[in-house]
């Protein structure tokens, strides 16, 4: 009994709190009720079917309702809906004697598959999740989820909201649909007026032509007697521009746009747009230094401004590459004139039907459109109207990108676009594409057949029809190629580009199939025995190939590239579904995967020899190298190379057992570990090298040597040091090195040293030093010199310093020998080559007096002085005698003329057999020829350390002689002669220096 009058009076209670609930709401109120069916209470769960509501402006329907009272309170509540509709008529809003008693209020809301109507606008597939709770006037409502589909987009709505007796207030919402994402939304929303704050990011394609999206913030009010609307934000992507400010103010139906700053390098521009509804009554936008490449296929910087006032639109523009643009513009007809130098072009029409005239108008601007360089001037005129072009074009000295030419002439008098009908001529002279010279080019149309020619060397047919290209006649050869069709075969461009029935004749090979080029491409196409040779220079192979769907398999037989032997190639050339392209090969040594973005190759023991851009540096006789190598984003890797045998062709060092580590660390080649032997000594090295876009960006080498062998012009010997390689935008080369054992072969006739190059782009700081001398041998000196010279270069300017000194040799003075006593050669750090000499040579005379000759100065400027040992001739006697065999005073007591032209012409025989002598010796290689009435002398540096000489004697019964000079150390030597008399000699020499 107690239970039941509890429960009565609670049902008592829940019935008075619904009835004033429910009466508060002054919509609801006047709905009228009625359901199907109703299972269970509300108190363990009640389900209500087919429940509808009724009124003169709204309609409720629910499939099915479950309601569940959670406590003692009847506002306590949980209530899921499944496919609920609701149409709300025109009158809305709140009724005005809303109130609520003071009693909490908690509840939970989830309606499945609805649709509600409010006046016109249909809102599907609404799922909804609510949490309501409160206590007396105020409700908070959590919307956990609201979806809904309106007009085939979804919207999605989050957020926490208050249910007050004046309206509602946001506290935190948000709004997702397509292209829009608004978020942070707060506000008030009364029956007569309110306000809403937001920001989010908005597609602009939704609203607009134009590409981009735009980040915006900024504040709704509204009230009965309009709105106002104040946003402010960035757009990205808009006009090509990376972020574009911009400011938008909305009241009633005028809206004011404004862009402050639109930057395009090197300038800027900014506009400033007024609007009624979606038409612009007045707009100003100003250019300063604006490039419009990014926004029109016109590479022109515009400085001016454009103004806009209703359907009137007008501007003067000017930049470096156009002297003056004028806009005139009245409902949509516009006349634009441009004039650039001595060319002049005029626009008139509209964007459907316009004349166009150039006169020597430049074609740069024009043929920019994807950053192409142009050249040259176009005159004449060009129609449209209604898809019909016509028009005659006349360019002088076309050079478009790749394509130059002298002249080009385009005349089209009737070109429908609509039926591809009509006529038309193309005339080309001097064409060239890239290297290679086509000479004279003319097309030929008429209503959709096409005719290429170009001599007797470029034949083409064509048909158009129903966007099928159909080749009649194909043709041509030059450049390595040779290019005939063998059946008539189509290109289609509907929907996707479709080559059908491909069959051809391709440098003594064959290409047959079809090819269809869409999203992702199919192939069913072979080629066979297609001889490379000729394609390009330096490669030589015959190409076979399959291709079937998305895979083409490929085999080069012969494969030769830069005269390297590569032998057979096979591999796979695969196109993905996003049309990525992977291509794979495997030949003798070594296998690849190429793709976009990274290369892989893997080599076993691949011959270094068939690495074709070493060859010009390198003669490698016998080496392979091993590893991995991964090129690209995330780049490395790791070879070793082994080297049996090769010789530095520069320099003529032969190295042996070469053997070190190329590893690959992202955009750099370190080289580790590299270690060899040469004849007589050694070197090692490492470093690195920096790629930038697979091109070598910086390098460091470090390279260190022992007793290596150089041979170069003029020179060969051994040299020990260190060199230091840095590489960038210049090469820098520092180092020292040791020669010894080395031979300086030249000559000083007409000698010529420069002191300043044209800059190359190398700079030196080197260092040589000779401690165990250097001979040099030429046709005026002989001799060993000791010293060191650092030799210096800085952007073509050369300078030496250091000093170099001598106490044997012999100089060369017509047919005389004098033997060279001292000689110190000092170079100052200057920017020309002219040292200080101080030298001494001497040789004997027939009359008892030895000869001594002394030069000081500088070398261009020589300060020559003459005397003897012992004192007794005079300079005019030395200079006479040197020049003559007699001094001075002899010839004066000569006295015939008879016996002074018999001397004369003795000499005359004597020099000339001298000057031959020297030119045979040039010639042949000798190291030393001398040659006189009785005897031939011959002489050759077998190895820097070896030297054998040979006499002949001519008309006379004494043996021949010979001569063995070998160096054991720096100042020991061991010299074997065989005399004129049959006798032989051995001696050892050793020198000391104090």
């Keep these: 009994m107690r239970f039941k009058i509890s429960f009565a009076i609670f049902l008592a209670m829940t019935t008075l709190v619904t009835i004033i609930f429910w009466n508060s709401i002054a919509r609801v109120n006047k709905l009228q009720w009625n359901y199907d069916e109703g299972i269970g209470d509300p108190f363990t769960g009640m389900v209500i079917k087919n429940l509808r509501g009724y009124s003169q402006t709204d309609t409720i329907t629910c499939d099915r309702l479950f309601f569940r009272i959670n406590s003692i309170n009847p506002l306590d509540f949980k209530v899921s809906i499944h496919r609920c509709h609701v149409k709300i008529g025109k009158k809305t809003g709140l009724a005005e004697d809303l109130w609520f008693i003071p ?91 309110g306000h809403l704050n937001g920001r989010g990011r908005v597609d602009l394609t939704l609203f607009s032509s134009f590409k981009g999206s735009g980040e915006i913030e900024g504040e709704i009010e509204w009230e009965e007697e309009g709105f106002n609307v104040d946003l402010n934000g960035l757009a990205f992507g808009l006009l090509d521009c990376d972020t574009i400010p911009i ?22 521009a900014s506009a400033r747009f007024f609007l009624v509804g979606n038409s612009i009554k007045r707009g100003r936008i100003e250019l300063d230094r604006f490039q419009i490449e990014r926004f029109l296929p016109l590479s022109f910087v515009l400085t001016g401004e454009i103004i806009i006032s209703g359907d009137r639109i007008s501007g003067t ?52 459109l994807k950053k192409i360089d142009g050249d040259g001037t176009v005159s004449g005129v060009v129609k449209y109207e209604k898809d019909n072009l016509s028009g005659e074009l006349e360019l002088t000295t076309p050079n478009i990108g790749m394509i130059k030419a002298d002249f080009i002439k385009l005349v089209f008098p009737d070109l429908d676009l609509q039926d591809y009908t009509g006529n038309g001529k193309l005339e080309v002279a001097g064409l060239k594409i890239g290297r290679n010279l086509v000479g004279e080019l003319t097309i030929d149309y008429h209503d959709r057949n096409l005719i290429v020619r170009s001599g007797d060397t470029i034949s083409v047919e064509m048909v158009w029809e129903d966007s099928l290209l159909s080749i009649k006649r194909l043709s041509g050869r030059g450049h390595g190629v040779t290019i005939k069709n063998l059946d008539e075969f189509q290109i289609s461009f509907k929907d996707d580009i479709k080559i059908q029935n491909l069959a051809l ?19 069913n196409l072979s080629g066979e025995k297609i001889r490379l040779n000729g394609i390009s220079p330096d ?137 060899a032997r040469t004849e007589q000594g050694s070197f090692k090295g490492n470093g690195w090298i920096d790629l930038k876009d697979f091109n070598v960006d910086t390098l460091h080498l470090e390279i ?64 040589v030093r000779a401690p165990t001398g250097v001979m040099l041998k030429g046709d005026l000196l002989n001799s060993e010199l000791e010293g060191e010279l650092r030799i210096k270069k800085r952007h073509g300017l050369i300078s030496l310093s250091g000093d170099f000194s001598s106490n044997r040799g012999t100089i060369h003075y017509l047919d005389h020998i004098l033997t060279l006593d001292y000689a110190n050669v000092i170079s100052i750090n200057d920017p020309e080559i002219n040292p200080l000499i101080d030298l001494r040579a001497s040789m004997p005379s027939r009359l008892g007096y030895r000869i001594i000759i002394r030069v000081t100065g500088r070398l261009r400027e020589p300060i020559f002085n003459f005397s003897s040992e ?3 001739l005079s300079e005019q006697d030395i200079i006479s005698y040197l020049n003559t065999g007699f001094t001075w005073s002899e010839i004066q007591q000569m006295g015939s003329g008879d016996r002074i032209s018999s001397l004369v012409s003795q000499r005359l025989i004597r020099l000339l057999t001298f000057s031959l002598a020297r030119e045979l010796k040039g010639i042949s290689g000798l190291d030393y020829l001398d040659v006189e009435l009785s005897q031939i002398r011959i002489g050759k540096y077998l190895r820097p350390n070896l030297f054998v000489s040979y006499t002949h004697n001519l008309g006379t019964f004494t043996s021949d002689a010979f001569e063995v000079d070998y160096l054991l150390r720096p100042r020991e030597r061991v010299v074997i002669e065989k005399h004129e008399e049959g006798e032989y000699s051995v001696q050892y020499k050793i020198r000391f220096k104090f």
């Design 103 to 193: 009693i909490r209020f908690s509840g939970h809301i989830r309606i499945w598959n609805g649709t509600v109507r409010v006046g016109d606008n249909l809102f599907t597939k609404v799922n909804t999740r609510l949490e309501l709770r409160g206590f007396g006037p105020e409700i908070k409502t959590s919307i956990q989820e609201l979806t809904a589909d309106y007009q085939g987009q979804k919207i999605s709505v989050k957020g926490e909201i208050g249910l007050t007796p004046f309206g509602v207030e946001v506290e935190a919402g948000s709004l997702s649909t397509r292209g829009i994402n608004i978020g942070g939304i707060s506000g008030s929303i009364y029956k007569r007026s």
């Design 247 to 268: 400011v938008i103010n909305i009241t009633g139906d005028t809206t004011k746009v404004i862009m402050p700053e639109i930057e395009s390098e090197p300038g800027f």
């Design 317 to 368: 523009l000017s930049g470096p590459d156009i002297d003056s643009l004028t806009i005139r513009g009245q409902d949509g007809i516009f006349r634009i004139i441009g004039r650039s130098g001595a060319g002049r072009m005029v626009f008139d029409g509209q964007p459907d039907s316009f004349l166009i005239s150039f006169d020597r108008f430049p074609l740069g601007p024009i043929f920019n």
């Design 505 to 523: 004749s391709l440098n003594d090979g064959q290409v047959r199939g079809s090819v269809a080029m869409g999203k992702r491409p199919r192939f």
């Design 539 to 675: 490669l030589i192979g015959v190409l076979s190939f399959r291709g079937d769907g998305d895979q083409i398999d490929y085999e080069i037989e012969g494969l030769n590239y830069c005269r390297s032997q590569l032998g057979r190639l096979k591999g796979s050339i695969i196109i993905g579904a996003d049309k990525s392209l992977k291509v794979t090969g495997s030949g003798q040594g070594f296998k690849f995967i190429l793709s976009e973005r990274s290369l892989n190759l893997d080599l076993e023991s691949f011959p270094l020899s068939r690495l074709w851009f070493l060859k010009p540096y390198l003669q490698i006789e016998k080496g392979v190298v091993s590893g991995t190598i991964n090129l690209g984003k995330g780049a490395g890797g790791r070879c070793r190379a082994k080297v049996d045998q090769l010789t530095v062709i520069a320099t003529k060092t032969r190295i042996n057992n070469l053997t070190g580590i190329v590893a690959i660390k992202g955009k750099r080649i370190i080289l580790s570990s590299f270690s």
């Design 704 to 767: 260190e040597f022992v007793r290596a062998y150089i041979t170069i012009p003029n020179i060969h010997g051994y040299a020990d040091g260190k060199l230091v390689i840095d590489a960038g935008r210049r090469i820098r080369i520092k180092g020292h090195f040791d020669v010894s054992d080395a031979i300086y072969s030249y000559s000083l006739s007409g000698i010529s040293i420069p002191t300043h190059q044209e800059d190359d782009g190398v700079d030196l700081d080197l260092l």
């Design 870 to 872: 012992p004192a007794g």
